[in-house]
């Protein structure tokens, strides 16, 4: 081992203790990272700048902007009252409501964004009733993640598997759904035993459940122009993600066209406060991981990694599935796991070259390990992060403790499922 290889993986390993510990703030740790391999002369400025996932990068600042601009329709104030009547305030079919509703449109847009759209919802819910944010809000993490995995355009280590392996949406739906049904239905009624002691109505809030019935929750729509326009230009964006390859376009340029076409028809809104909605201390934070892992790429621990794999399973089909899984799930846990499926695509595509093994098992074992492992912890996802951003702006501080307490335990359970699907339905 060189000097640039040590000091690469001393590097990555540093960045994530730092956000692991919680030292400093996770932005500021990951650009250090990326600055300290730049100005070691790992890798170059040029070399960074080509590692760096745009794609991603890009599709999150599109879907931000037009979430930020749709809000100020007052569709969330309105969301939350009608949830409300509908559940008559009950907590607990709150939480389902809002998971299972999180879950479904995460197969349709991106985690990220899903996200974006039901936080809002959630605390004005939770402030009205006087509730604990946390239960519905860890709930809808992981139920955006799972809900994710089941497609191409859910979740983004999807979106670089499918770019990656050549696959496209049907391949998704066909193969990940199935089981993650079962996965949600499972981690759905975990959640609901797990919080039950939050999920009580304090007696003085019980006043409040029953004001519901007798509002209008119409009245809380601000702007139905920009109402109907911002939902118009996102009906638009959800159908060119489902048909992008048809259509030739990345997920980016259709988000980030998006958002362009909000703001050129919604002209009282200047672009600068548009911008301001974009959760940019989380755009840093993955740029400076993507440079971190490219550092890793190019002084060849990435390759070495795929021959150790070859070697520890033999190029058995059903031990390299086990192992992707398994070990996608638990590094995802600890590395955001759209930098870790950004090392693990070239990883996998080197073992089909050197062992000729058939990688389909593999591709679906990484997006199951990669999209539900990142339920582990607070960092394991993009989602998780932007949840956590979201949430300290409202003064409710989620750690990274607090998080893993319950996290891995259902990231466990949920990838034990996803064990015996793929053992079942593709070794066997």
């Known amino acids: ?19 692991v510990s919680e030292k400093i703030h996770r932005a500021v740790a990951a650009l250090l990272g ?18 760096i996932d745009f794609n991603t990068i890009g599709l999150l600042v599109g879907m931000m902007i037009i979430v930020g601009i749709t809000k100020r329709s007052g569709l969330f104030e309105f969301l939350a009252i009608w949830s409300a009547q509908k559940t008559k305030g009950n907590p607990v079919r709150i939480l389902i409501a ?7 449109a995460s197969a ?3 985690n990220v964004t899903t996200v974006l759209l039901i936080v809002p919802v959630t605390f004005a819910i939770t402030d009205e009733l006087g509730l604990n944010p946390f239960p519905f809000l860890f709930s809808e993490v992981l139920a955006s993640n799972i809900g994710g995995t089941a497609t191409l355009i859910g979740d983004p280590p999807n979106i670089m598997i499918g770019s990656g392996a050549g696959l496209g949406f049907l391949d998704f739906l066909l193969n990940l759904t199935p089981v993650i049904v079962v996965v949600f239905l499972c981690t759905l009624g975990l959640c609901a035993v797990i919080f039950r002691k939050d999920l ?17 929750a119409h009245d809380y729509i601000k702007d139905y122009l920009l109402l109907k326009r911002s939902l118009t230009v996102l009906g638009l964006v959800i159908v060119a993600f489902v048909l992008h390859q048809w259509l030739g376009l990345e997920s980016a340029t259709i988000a980030l066209g998006g958002a362009a076409v909000l703001m050129l028809i919604m002209p009282d809104f200047e672009p600068e406060e548009a911008l301001l909605t974009v959760e940019w201390p989380t755009i840093f934070f993955f740029i400076g991981l993507f440079i971190v892992v490219g550092a890793l790429e190019k002084v060849g621990v990435i390759r070495f990694l795929a021959h150790q794999a070859i070697a520890l399973t033999g190029g058995k089909p059903h031990v390299m599935a086990m192992t992707v899984l398994w070990t996608s799930a638990l590094f ?13 695509i070239p990883l996998l595509k080197s073992v089909g070259t050197l062992s000729g093994a058939n990688l389909g098992p593999l591709w679906w074992a990484l997006s199951l390990g990669a999209c539900l492992g990142g339920n582990g912890t607070l960092i394991g996802a993009s989602a998780n992060l932007v949840v956590a951003g979201i949430a300290a702006r409202q003064g409710v501080v989620i750690t990274f403790k607090e998080y893993f307490k319950y996290g891995f335990p259902l990231m466990l359970i949920s990838i034990i499922i996803s064990t015996v699907y793929i053992w079942v339905r593709y070794l066997t």
């Open 1 to 19: 081992m060189n000097w640039e290889t040590g000091t690469a993986v001393v590097i990555f390993f540093t960045v994530y203790f730092l956000i």
């Open 34 to 51: 990326a600055g300290a391999v730049i100005w070691l002369g790992i890798i170059t400025q040029a070399e960074a700048v080509r590692s």
């Open 98 to 104: 809002l998971s299972s509703l999180t879950a479904i």
């Open 108 to 110: 349709f847009l991106d």
């Open 200 to 216: 009580q109505l304090a007696e003085e809030k019980k006043q409040a459940v029953l004001e519901f019935g007798s509002r209008d």
């Open 332 to 344: 995802s846990s600890f590395v955001d796991n759209i930098p870790f499926t950004a090392t693990m």
